[in-house]
């Protein structure tokens, strides 16, 4: 059975600073050839992809969060990461780690408050 789990969410003020985690559990082989997304649900509205990392190491990201997020990946740990830089209120949401493989993988999530 596959597991993903996400951790490093928090509250932080504006401006702020956090480093997301999404980790694979060792029963998923093929994590260096999958793509992994990390997405976002805001109360209310529907979730949305933030970015992106394929196999190969190319990287998208939503255009809200360009100059700001950074997503990258450890194959050797089964986990992909995602910094988050100069946080905005508007980032507040759960955050969400999806494996794409023959079917998706999604975690519980991790809540992302930005106030001040």
């Known amino acids: 059975q596959v597991h993903v789990v996400e951790s490093g969410g928090g509250l932080v003020h504006p401006g702020g600073s956090l480093r997301l985690s999404c980790l694979v559990s060792?029963?998923?082989?093929?994590?260096?050839?999958?793509?992994v997304g990390w997405y976002r649900q805001a109360e209310g509205t529907e979730r949305e992809l933030v970015a992106r990392?394929?196999?190969?190491?190319?990287?998208e990201y939503v255009e809200s969060v360009k100059g700001r997020f950074i997503i990258d990946r450890d194959n050797a740990k089964n986990m992909v990461r995602l910094q988050m830089n100069n946080l905005k209120p508007e980032d507040t949401a759960t955050y969400y780690c999806?494996?794409?493989?023959?079917?998706?993988?999604w975690g519980q999530g991790t809540q992302v408050s930005v106030s001040s």
């Open positions: 990392i394929t196999y190969s190491g190319r990287t």
């Open positions: 060792r029963s998923f082989r093929f994590f260096d050839t999958a793509t």
């Open positions: 999806n494996l794409e493989a023959a079917e998706n993988y």
